[in-house]
């Protein structure tokens, strides 16, 4: 069962081998190959090639193929301001000053052109995607809410309009609606598999307003989607703990939440209405601050913790873009074999047992000493390229070097790791010094570092 | 004023809706420090398309000011650029920091992010507290929209009622029995422009704050232990039973602040006490304020090993009201 036949049996609620991976790569992804976001965001190939890497590295069940929310209000006059870490922000809002109490006013009409803005930038890559690794992993493309929408095109005045301006925030929200679904559909033309409405704002309005104003816009969008023969998602992040079932309700097949969420809770919910539910690993604490250990315990956690029918474990949005690739690395490795990761953190928490380890001595080696560390070489994608472009240095120097892997998952390995002092894995050491950690290097370097210590 | 007793440097972080005064207070409190003390004072704006503080008249000797790019939606997956903002003014050995934040910002996940920070940095903050500050005129109407707008009173510390000449006594009195409905716990301030001394905010500030133990990641172990004692509303306490469990264990207490439905029948309803005191002196009186439940909290040094006891004995407590339960 490859990754994609996983996601598309889970959202068919039957039964899978492994609980499905989403890993939110955004701008993330320019991260694994060295371009900031606004490269990322402007230059389709470089977004393509950092797309691959997150394909190759974190071996998704799905994917998203671009996370920026803010591709629909650009094209529709929102003024941007473009980040290194950070996909870009509306710094003005078309709808700002518009009056609607004395005079007539006029919404707008355009409705975004796949020639427009970054639109044919998006398309290419996401045909590029299809074509490279569409058979076996299932894509997303993720559209702008209606609520996210057009607050960028009103500002913050639509929060006030939603409750003085019933009226004229339906029209706004139709408006996006309409906008929505021509997104929807240039983007299930170029073959995207799940189509995610993502609505951040959701989680800060009151379910109230949610049922008497939000109800109808989503409830047609996951219509128009569930129409075109597609699966639909409903990503919101922020405490939308009160929101959870109203947003059931407009019938997505999938939510998907952040840690402010307790899971466990909200597929309470979901579950009663056969709706999928995805998160929530913990974005900054535990993803960009804590350890790989961490990332997998939290998972372990979490899988622990629920029935894992109509369950995905995903970020709890789209990822930072620092966040250490290993860190990613664990939380997939947890998912995709969780008894050995609990084993294994079982052991390098409390040691049940002792080993008697001799490191070498590094300062007289016979020859060049290229260690490769590794979760599993056979399980993990990333370890198995680590351990590759370790193994060609036998290839190229033969007898003259040499190379060993340690996998993690080995028991006594975990305390050789600890002896190390290595914190992430996969990693390779050249005579006892860390040299790469997760990024695997590209073999003119690889070749180079050897070169000095022959 | 006095010069911050450490070299820590204090944090407030001001919430708000747009257009309630928030960035009017953080100038005057600026300009107040700037003007009575040689302070360094910092400011994160975390904005949601709002008028910042950009313009405005400083003296920039001793102001730091850092704007952080959220993504200009609300969206808490950017709290990493928060917590690189606060890793950057780290640097600049401040005494006050303000951290403006967003007009819809949730301030739940703000707190969670300054325990991070402090894992990350060491103890370079003290935070003191989470400042609300109140449109008095559209205060419902936002209140009625926005979720986050009912979180930000929650979570706060002390509420500053602005705009309160915009409003008649009736809704004056109205307004502030909605928030201590919701935030039993915390002083509110009244004004016109956000004029307060920061004496005042700093005096009337409440460290014991609704709602409490909220679950965090990595809770500092210097940090007093916070307990929340609660009883459903259809258990009602026996006011000489309460008072035997207040004497016993008042003087072990930091501070006990909280609303206690108590079994004394004024006219066919059961009535609403509110405890507020220090150690030994608790004060109690009768309040209109009727909660949903019995909610107290009680903060102990962090030391303390009566905080099971004292739980234990709450159970007790309620779980023998229940027994003799009276129907009001």
């Not at chain 1, 939000?214 to 129409?227: A, V």
């Not at chain 2, 640097?91 to 006050?96: E, G, I, S, W």
């Not at chain 2, 004029?195 to 500092?220: G, H, M, R, W």
Request: proline share 5%; aromatic share 8%.
């Amino acid at each position: 069962m490859n990754g994609k036949e996983r996601l598309l049996r889970t959202f068919n609620h039957e039964p899978v081998d492994k609980v499905v991976w989403v890993p939110f790569a955004g701008i993330h992804a320019g991260k694994l190959k060295g371009y900031f976001a606004d490269e990322l965001l402007t230059d389709g190939d470089k977004l393509f090639e950092s797309l691959i890497e997150v394909n190759r590295l974190y071996s998704p069940d799905g994917q998203p193929v671009l996370f920026d929310l803010q591709i629909e209000a650009e094209i529709l006059g929102c003024g941007m301001r473009w980040g290194k870490k950070a996909p870009p922000s509306v710094c003005s809002h078309p709808l700002e000053t518009l009056k609607l109490v004395g005079e007539d006013y006029q919404l707008p009409s355009k409705i975004p052109e796949k020639t427009d803005g970054r639109l044919p930038l998006v398309l290419d890559v996401m045909k590029r995607m299809k074509e490279t690794v569409g058979e076996s992993t299932a894509l997303f493309g993720l559209v702008t809410g209606p609520l996210t929408l057009a607050s960028h095109l009103r500002g913050t005045k639509l929060f006030l309009d939603m409750l003085r301006h019933k009226e004229t925030s339906r029209e706004l929200f139709a408006y996006c609606v309409t906008v929505a679904k021509a997104m929807i559909s240039y983007y299930i033309e170029v073959g995207m598999d799940v189509i995610a409405v993502v609505d951040p704002v959701v989680s800060q309005v009151s379910p109230k307003i949610f049922k008497s104003l939000l109800h109808g816009p989503f409830s047609e969008i996951f219509q128009y989607i569930k129409t075109q023969k597609v699966l639909s998602s409903f990503f919101v992040c922020g405490d939308a703990t009160k929101n959870i079932e109203p947003m059931c309700h407009t019938k997505p097949d999938s939510i998907f939440v952040d840690e402010n969420i307790n899971m466990v809770e909200a597929k309470r919910i979901t579950d009663q209405f056969n709706i999928i539910l995805g998160g929530n690993i913990p974005l900054t604490s535990t993803m960009l601050y804590g350890t790989q250990q961490d990332n997998m315990g939290f998972v372990i956690k979490l899988l622990d913790s629920m029935s894992h029918k109509n369950l995905i474990i995903a970020p709890g949005c789209d990822m930072p873009y620092d966040i250490p690739p290993e860190n990613v690395i664990g939380a997939m490795e947890a998912i995709k074999d969780p008894e050995k990761i609990r084993r294994a953190l079982e052991t390098y928490e409390k040691p049940t047992q002792e080993f008697d380890i001799i490191l070498p001595d590094y300062e007289n080696l016979d020859k060049p000493l290229i260690e490769v560390f590794t979760l599993d070489s056979d399980q993990c994608p990333a370890c198995g390229y680590m351990k590759n472009m370790a193994l060609t240095a036998k290839e190229k120097y033969g007898d003259r070097v040499e190379v060993i892997e340690y996998k993690w998952t080995i028991l006594e390995n975990i305390e050789r790791t600890k002896m190390m002092g290595l914190q992430h894995l996969p990693s390779i050491t050249i005579n006892g010094k860390l040299k790469w950690s997760s990024i695997i290097p590209d073999q003119e370097e690889y070749f180079a570092e050897i070169d000095k210590v022959l | 004023m006095n010069p911050p007793p450490s070299t820590q440097c204090r944090l407030y972080l001001i919430n708000g809706f747009l257009g309630s005064g928030k960035t009017t207070l953080i100038k005057n409190l600026i300009q107040e420090l700037q003007e009575f003390g040689d302070f360094k004072v910092g400011l994160l704006e975390n904005e949601f398309g709002e008028v910042g503080i950009d313009g405005m008249q400083f003296s920039q000797k001793n102001l730091k000011l850092v704007e952080i790019d959220n993504g200009s939606i609300f969206c808490s997956c950017r709290s990493d650029q928060f917590i690189e903002g606060l890793k950057e003014l780290a640097n600049y050995k401040l005494d006050f920091l303000f951290i403006e934040s967003s007009g819809i910002s949730d301030p739940a996940p703000m707190e969670r992010d300054l325990e991070v920070v402090e894992k990350i940095i060491g103890e370079v903050y003290k935070y003191k507290g989470n400042l609300c500050v109140i449109d008095s005129l559209n205060f419902m109407d936002t209140l009625e929209v926005l979720e986050s707008v009912r979180r930000q009173v929650e979570y706060s510390n002390l509420i500053i009622l602005n705009k309160i000449d915009q409003i008649n006594f009736d809704e004056r009195e109205g307004l502030r029995k909605i928030l201590q409905v919701i935030n039993p716990l915390v002083n509110i301030l009244e004004s016109k422009y956000c004029k307060i001394p920061f004496q005042l905010i700093q005096s009337e500030i409440c460290s014991d704050a609704l709602p409490v133990p909220t679950e965090s990641y990595n809770s500092p172990s210097n940090k007093p232990q916070k307990i929340l004692l609660q009883a459903p509303s259809n258990i009602i306490l026996t006011k000489d039973a309460f008072f035997e469990f207040l004497n016993h264990f008042a003087s072990q207490t930091f501070r006990l602040k909280g609303y206690i439905q108590l079994s004394e029948i004024v006219e066919g309803k059961t009535v609403w006490y509110y405890v507020d005191g220090v150690q030994n002196a608790p004060e109690i009186a009768k309040t209109e304020i009727i909660r949903e439940k019995t909610e107290i909290v009680v903060i102990l040094d962090q030391h303390n090993p009566l905080g099971e006891v004292i739980q234990e004995a709450w159970g007790d407590l309620v779980s023998s009201s229940q027994n003799s339960k009276f129907s009001s």
